[in-house]
């Protein structure tokens, strides 16, 4: 039975906000994050490299060696964990996660990725040597789709195990000749693995297939048997009588009495009571003694800290603040050892926009830039924090740190933030006079790029590539109805962009793989529906409708590419558009609104019109100054338009009395904006919308998603929708049905790129076929070039961090 956490702590807490310089951390203050979180991690910390995935310890305890797999430069790093310091680092072209020492600490084996192959790094003198190398296939991404995964090693270093991600295998390895001795296929892709003691049994987490594999190792056989969702990271206790599996979508922790292979216990790591997902749970360590258990929550940036002194029968200790997206635990000793991948904020770039020339094998076309130092993905540094095992007492401080972290509980599950008589409501089951939403998602934009002319809001002029004369429309209605100028989007690429932007979630999956691909070292766009280990538990936003009984349509979002398009979610077949495309740059959102609107017109006119509309209109993304296609402001001013003609042709039907339309973009893509390159452009429209109106308050896309669940009656989706404001401060309750006119364009929708200069050179090598498939920093730059002038310089894109500093504290210890 799963153990609910029950230890919520009544804290009362006066505090004054301000930006500060991305990464300032304010020694007595809290650290607010631009999705609302916020962090204050205990101990001390190391700089580690970009998302640091796996850390381990050498069985003597002396060496600890980490693998940064994040979209920038990948590393392994070799550290001194006693005296905390780094002791060596190496870069690597490829890596993903695996990792492991050998018995006699003489040589660490490390997953090369995509490039299908294991490193063997000798460790001399506490240095890392020039790698050997195993090879899985005989050539790496894309001819053969491997990429190594959980490594483990034998005590006598005889047999070498490891499992994959892309074709879903174990492979066992004899390591001295770097020989493949056999390949067992596996139900799924394969997250980690965990030898035995008596080395009889591997037992392998398969990630996408919500099940733990057996394998016998005499008898060659493979079992398998469920888990919740998820399974990541798998811990044996010094004699193999316990399993414990960390389950990342389900919250929880998975112990299984080996000797039965039965589940005798789900722990569950939650803040608050609550099936939401959210925490992420994702890395495991037992201490010394093996009677506790410290369970990383990367979404939740804390260690859960369970007695397990009697499994079956475990028991919560509270919690301690780690950095941003703990991902690996160890103990040593009296002293815990966390990897965060995301460090303790974001940061700025030191190096501004400019291009360097590609100096590794990843993937990068000879000639082409690479941004990826100064990519959005790149510029979240890891730490290792090491945090002394604390007293009873200090736990139950650290505990309270936890909770006033968190902007979620069980209250804010059940009831919204909002005020009576707004057309917003609280709580699931409680009706809205607004009947209809339409909620449009775009591509890529800040909101300096776009608003930073509007005097009214906060904006700086001098980013604004895409003002009132390209986007009238996107300025107009910000005018008539809401102006909302500190919102900030939960993601960072178009990748985790579009779940969070209907899931309010991105997965382990997700956040993990995704850096892979967009750093040019292979790996498809698995995350728009597309392969079902990036799914959340739940699913997405139309399975909520599907199941409450909501009437729910999609236009172009999580629909393939093709002519027509086909949905990549079961939950969509019969409710899309089948004229609507998918991401296409050649297809003009002129067209896109065009089909929208005869579609919506034949469903009108059978009153069959559904109550939850998501639409793509996406051509604010561009072409860059790829010759021969729409230009920039072309295409940010055909998108303009066409969101224009959306709103004033739904603003003159007989449903508009009881529509809003939610517009935002599903990231912003790394652009210039003087507060932060998460900040970007919201709109909201509709007669129970405010009419030149401002609103200085922050949000994010969870609040979108959180006043989109209040209006149709759906429950929410993880820990962060449930957290999120509501947008209750843009509605009215009393309705104004002026429907709006569009604008006419001020430039040309037809221009095409003709210009032969640097920029069209290099736009000439991205690839504009998949979302994000070109570099963001690359791609905006082009953009800016266009606007400002080829010899003109972009300026380098912001990271915040608004420390929380406690004027007045008064904790209660209950």
């Known amino acids: 039975m799963k153990k609910l956490i029950t230890c919520i702590i009544a804290l009362a807490f006066t505090f004054q906000a301000f930006a500060q310089t991305p990464g300032k951390i304010a020694q007595t203050g809290q650290v607010l994050l631009p999705n609302g979180w916020k962090l204050s991690p205990a101990g001390r910390s190391l700089p580690l490299g970009d998302l640091p995935l796996n850390i381990q310890l050498s069985a003597s305890g002396r060496l600890l060696a980490v693998t940064n797999n994040g979209q920038s430069t990948q590393s392994i790093q070799l550290i001194d964990p006693k005296n905390e310091k780094l002791l060596d680092e190496k870069v690597i072209p490829k890596s993903w996660y695996g990792l492991a020492f050998s018995r006699d600490e003489k040589k660490l084996y490390v997953s090369g990725g995509n490039d299908n192959l294991i490193m063997v790094y000798g460790i001399n003198d506490h240095k890392l040597g020039t790698p050997d190398t195993i090879k899985l296939a005989p050539k790496s991404w894309p001819q053969n789709k491997v990429c190594a995964t959980g490594i483990v090693l034998n005590k006598r270093n005889t047999r070498l195990y490891t499992v994959t991600k892309e074709d879903s295998t174990l492979y066992i390895i004899d390591p001295a000749k770097a020989e493949i001795l056999k390949k067992v296929k596996l139900p799924a892709e394969a997250y980690s693995c965990a030898l035995s003691p008596d080395e009889n049994t591997l037992y392998i987490s398969l990630w996408g297939g919500d099940k733990l594999g057996i394998y016998n190792i005499a008898a060659q056989s493979l079992a398998t048997i469920k888990t919740s969702s998820h399974p990541n990271e798998l811990l044996l206790n010094k004699k193999g009588t316990y399993l414990f599996i960390a389950n990342a979508n389900d919250n929880s922790v998975s112990v299984i009495k080996t000797a039965t292979h039965k589940i005798v216990e789900n722990i569950s790591t939650v803040l608050y009571p609550t099936h939401l997902t959210g925490s992420t749970t994702n890395g495991l360590a037992l201490s010394a003694d093996e009677k506790t258990l410290y369970i990383a929550n990367a979404d939740n940036n804390c260690l859960a800290v369970f007695d397990v002194s009697k499994p079956g029968n475990s028991r919560s200790k509270g919690f301690i603040p780690v950095g941003w997206y703990p991902t690996n635990i160890k103990i040593l000793g009296n002293k815990i050892l966390v990897a965060n991948g995301k460090g303790f904020t974001s940061m700025a770039n030191p190096r501004g926009p400019q291009p360097v020339k590609k100096t590794d094998n990843s993937g990068y076309k000879q000639g082409a830039t690479n941004s990826r130092e100064q990519y959005i993905g790149g510029l979240f540094k890891g730490t290792l924090s090491f945090i002394d095992v604390p007293t009873d007492i200090e736990l139950k401080g650290y505990t309270k740190q936890v909770y006033a972290n968190t902007p979620f509980s069980s209250k804010t599950e059940k009831t919204a933030a909002g005020e009576t008589g707004n057309p917003i409501p609280r709580r699931m089951g409680e009706k809205s006079p607004i009947k209809y939403v339409f909620y449009i998602i775009k591509e890529n934009r800040t909101y300096d790029q776009v608003l930073g002319d509007m005097p009214q809001g906060n904006g700086d002029t001098s980013l604004c590539i895409f003002g009132n004369t390209v986007t009238p429309n996107h300025h107009a209605i910000a005018s008539e109805f809401v102006l909302l100028d500190d919102f ?52 997405f936003i139309w399975d909520y409708c599907k199941r409450a009984g909501v009437s729910y349509r999609t236009y172009g979002e999580f629909v393939t590419d093709g002519s027509p398009g086909k949905p990549s979610l079961k939950s969509l077949q019969g409710h899309y558009c089948v004229q609507s495309p998918g991401f296409d740059l050649n297809v003009k959102d002129l067209k896109r609104e065009e089909v929208w609107a005869h579609d919506f017109d034949s469903l009108l006119a059978i009153n069959a019109v559904p109550k939850f509309n998501s639409v793509r209109i996406s051509n604010d993304h561009t072409s860059g100054q790829k010759k021969g296609a729409i230009s920039p402001i072309a295409a940010v001013g055909d998108n303009d338009l066409a969101i224009g003609r959306f709103i004033e042709h739904l603003s003159q039907s007989p449903i508009w009395k009881e529509s809003v339309v939610f517009i935002l973009e599903d990231d912003a ?37 959180r006043t989109i669940e209040l209006i149709l009656g759906l429950p929410p989706m993880s820990q962060y929708d449930a957290a999120a404001m509501p947008l209750y401060e843009c509605f009215t309750s009393t309705p104004d049905t002026r429907p709006y006119v569009a604008k006419a364009p001020t430039v040309d929708l037809e221009k095409r790129n003709v210009a032969v200069n640097e920029s069209s050179k290099r736009s000439a090598l991205f690839n504009f076929a998949k979302e994000d498939a070109a570099p963001d920093i690359d791609l905006n730059e082009v953009i800016w070039k266009y606007v400002k002038g080829e010899n003109s310089v972009m300026p380098a894109p912001k990271r915040s961090a608004f420390v929380i500093l406690e004027e007045k504290k008064e904790q209660d210890d209950d």
């Open 488 to 539: 900030y989007v939960d993601a960072e690429v178009s990748a985790d962009g579009h779940n969070w932007s209907t899931a309010a979630y991105a997965t382990d999956f997700v956040e993990k793989t995704w850096p892979t691909s967009y750093g040019g070292r292979g790996g498809n766009y698995d995350f728009e529906g597309t392969r079902k280990a990036a799914y959340p538990r739940d699913g």
């Open 669 to 705: 893509q790394n652009g210039p904006d003087h507060i932060d390159a998460h900040r970007s452009p919201v709109f909201v429209a509709g007669p129970y919308v405010k009419r030149n109106a401002v609103v200085h308050g922050m949000y994010s896309t969870s609040g979108v998603l």
